[in-house]
């Protein structure tokens, strides 16, 4: 602890009345007197007017520091003291790491500066961390200027304003030496590439320097006019320690940077103004990031108008087994069932919105390759749901492997191949067919917007589809149009119809059925199918219905539910929700 020497009150023995007056108005001012307010006799206390002399001024200030220095004694004492000024180092660079985002407003201005002001001992370690003066922002340069000088070798973290002009530039030529140091940074797109697609002078200085410490470099969205543009070659191409590259209006190509430890690659384009990339640049770009874990596009699509090889060259995989969540958006359904036939990537979350289509086989594509391999992330699928959008036009597909969830949303979009309750039927035998569907334990079936009945299903289209469910266990049907019998009465008589080869019934391991909203089945129907499968060695253990002629029932003794408990365990009125895959959000 920092001490001080006090300086000694001059001791004079026989001096004359007048030092021996000093004396005595010197013994009133020692701290021991003074630590009781009660003896208090102070010199001109009590007086209305007093010219104090100086020598009393003097001895006030070295009270004032003599209690200082035992107030920092007394922090001492306090078992908070017993942290080392490593740990609350740490401490304090955890409160400035969650204070604020880089792209809010208060970043760069020492909002975590509070703990400065609790004791001497803490903002001595305050000063002297050079980790918690690393955020600059072109928003407040006095204080960034302040960062450049306390932050020692630490690495440093900067966010360029999208407003910020000529009168920053004083600023940028200060950081520049420090650019070999520079760990993350936020720039604006209009900064990258202007109307003209020329980069500003404002940031070409910060992007033409080498960032050999560079892990995160961010072009933020600030307005939504212009076109997307091409990634230039930034720090020379060179950031061997780039592991998050996030772009907005702007989309990257091979050289602008350096990928071999790239860990997340985000790339945006605009509502009116989508990014186009072809496939085969994209695969080349993911050839490079060997470590790569998410990478996500919006507003983004891939077209295949260039070969992905030659003639003569064999079909060329890229592994990417770090790989775990993907998004694509906006793409031709056979352009990203080409592009997952191209990666390996065991352990990944998948989410796709795609543009349907009809292959020449008349079987419908949705963005998954007809051939999965083993190492396929659609494979192993243990739940499935088939959400139909009518008024969309679009199928939703949510569900989960044993591993991981998927979420795959196909829409028809332009194309002449018909309107959703035409070809649903069809469409799902297609989804059947197309996924890996031998160790599917629960399934959903739901139309979540409709306004038209689907015509596209029969017993025999439903047939084909659960024989590939052997091991089916759960049955949900989920519809708001209480009369259409596509997704009630066909699939529950398909069920219910044994083959004519075998004399099995589909889903022999089925277990449980519950279903909302449907008129086109009596419970006495309902008797005759449970009891049709328990004959068949087939029984439900649990039928749980939602009916509307048993709305005004108060009295369920009164129904016909007892009969129906002879041939099902467990019969209620109250089918659970059907929740849908869970992604965790990516906000950028």
Same mark, same amino acid.
């Given at each position: ?240 320690? !780039? @592991?998050? %590259?996030?772009? =907005?209006? +702007? ?8 990928? *071999?430890? #790239? ?59 770090? !790989? @775990?969540? %993907?998004?694509? =958006?906006? +793409? ?8 997952? *036939?191209? #990666? ?245």
């Amino acid at each position: 602890m920092a001490t001080a020497a006090i300086p000694q009150l001059p001791c004079v023995v026989g001096g004359g009345p007048a030092q021996e007056a000093n004396h005595e108005e010197s013994s009133r001012l020692t701290l021991a007197h003074l630590l009781h307010p009660e003896r208090w006799d102070l010199p001109g206390r009590d007086e209305q007017c007093m010219s104090a002399s100086e020598d009393i001024a003097d001895k006030f200030e070295i009270l004032d520091h003599s209690l200082t220095l035992l107030k920092r004694y007394r922090n001492s004492l306090r078992p908070v003291h017993r942290l080392s000024p490593d740990v609350l180092a740490l401490i304090f660079l955890e409160v400035a790491s969650e204070d604020c985002h880089p792209l809010s407003s208060e970043f760069g201005t020492f909002s975590w500066s509070f703990v400065a002001h609790i004791c001497y001992r803490w903002r001595v370690i305050a000063l002297g961390c050079a980790a918690l003066w690393t955020q600059l922002s072109t928003r407040y340069p006095q204080a960034a200027m302040t960062c450049l000088e306390r932050s020692g070798d630490a690495p440093l973290s900067l966010v360029l304003h999208a407003r910020a002009g000529h009168e920053a530039m004083d600023l940028i030529d200060s950081i520049r030496p420090h650019m070999n140091r520079m760990r993350h940074l936020y720039v604006p797109w209009i900064h990258v590439s202007d109307e003209d697609g020329v980069m500003s002078p404002l940031l070409s200085p910060l992007l033409e320097a080498p960032a050999p410490q560079l892990e995160t470099f961010y072009v933020y969205r600030y307005r939504a006019d212009g076109t997307c543009f091409e990634l230039p070659i930034v720090f020379g191409g060179n950031t061997p320690r !780039l @592991r998050i %590259l996030k772009l =907005s209006y +702007c989309y990257p190509r091979l050289g602008c940077a350096t990928f *071999s430890n #790239l860990r997340e690659l985000y790339f945006r384009g605009r509502k009116r103004n989508n990014i186009t990339l072809e496939l085969a640049s994209v695969l080349e770009i993911l050839a490079e990031c060997p470590l790569l874990e998410i990478l996500v596009t919006i507003k983004a699509r891939f077209v295949a108008d260039e070969p992905l090889e030659r003639e003569d060259a064999p079909i060329r995989r890229i592994r990417l087994d770090s !790989l @775990r969540r %993907l998004e694509v =958006s906006r +793409c031709s359904a056979s352009v990203v069932a080409t592009f997952l *036939s191209r #990666l390996i990537i065991p352990h990944c979350h998948l989410s796709m919105s795609v543009w349907l289509e009809r292959g020449s086989d008349f079987r419908f594509l949705f963005g998954v390759p007809d051939d999965l391999c083993a190492e396929h992330p659609l494979r192993d699928i243990r739940k499935l749901q088939v959400a139909f959008c009518s008024s969309s036009s679009g199928v939703v597909l949510d569900g989960s492997t044993s591993a991981h969830p998927f979420q795959i949303a196909a829409i028809i979009g332009q194309s002449a191949i018909g309107d959703m309750p035409t070809i649903s039927g069809p469409l799902l035998l297609s989804i059947a067919k197309t996924l890996d569907l031998s160790l599917l334990e629960e399934f959903t079936i739901a139309e979540t917007a409709h306004y038209h009945p689907h015509v596209g299903f029969s017993r025999d289209l439903w047939t084909q589809v659960l024989a590939r469910m052997p091991l089916l266990r759960a049955l949900h049907i989920r519809l708001q149009n209480i009369t259409d019998s596509g997704f009630c009465r066909v699939v529950l008589s398909a069920l219910g119809t044994a083959d004519s080869v075998t004399g099995r019934l589909p889903c022999s391991q089925l277990e449980t059925i519950t279903l909302s909203e449907d008129r086109t089945w009596s419970s006495l129907q309902w008797y005759r199918f449970a009891r049709a499968r328990k004959e068949h060695g087939c029984p439900l253990r649990r039928l749980s219905l939602s009916l509307p002629h048993y709305e005004n029932v108060e009295d369920m003794a009164e129904t016909d539910l007892e009969e129906l408990r002879e041939v099902v365990e467990n019969v209620d009125l109250d089918p659970p929700q059907t929740p849908q895959a869970e992604f965790q959000s990516l906000t950028w």
